[in-house]
């Protein structure tokens, strides 16, 4: 099970990013699909999550109406677009894997990828 996050980089307040997260090695339509962000001595936290059947969608209170996220089934890929970024959102974003029901708590995923960085200018 490999998941590789991409998409990050330096924004100014204000503009958007588009994250993209690609799955390989396992059955990616039956795993719930999760993004979570982390700063420097925080907590990491849940931002968004996307169910198996893709019928539910999970979004922190801090992201809701700025953030969408995605499936691709046949490209084996989950996006988390993100506008009207804000400085609090800079951080790293994971994208993580779980055979469980949707949620925005790391410890019901799995299998996790390598983070990338988003920075967002004031």
């Known amino acids: 099970v490999q998941l590789q996050a991409s998409g990050g980089g330096l924004v100014q307040t204000g503009g958007s990013l588009t994250l993209s997260c690609a799955a390989s090695g396992f059955g990616f339509s039956r795993y719930a699909i999760g993004w979570f962000r982390q700063v420097p001595g925080k907590e990491r936290e849940g931002v968004s999550c996307i169910s198996r059947s893709d019928d539910t969608k999970y979004y922190a209170e801090s992201v809701e109406g700025r953030f969408t996220i995605s499936r691709d089934t046949a490209k084996n890929t989950v996006y988390l677009r993100m506008n009207s970024l804000k400085p609090e959102d800079t951080a790293v974003y994971y994208c993580?894997?779980?055979?469980?029901?949707?949620?925005?708590?790391?410890?019901?995923?799995?299998?996790w990828g390598q983070g990338t960085l988003v920075t967002v200018s004031s």
């Open positions: 993580a894997a779980s055979t469980m029901v949707a949620s925005l708590m790391p410890g019901a995923f799995d299998y």
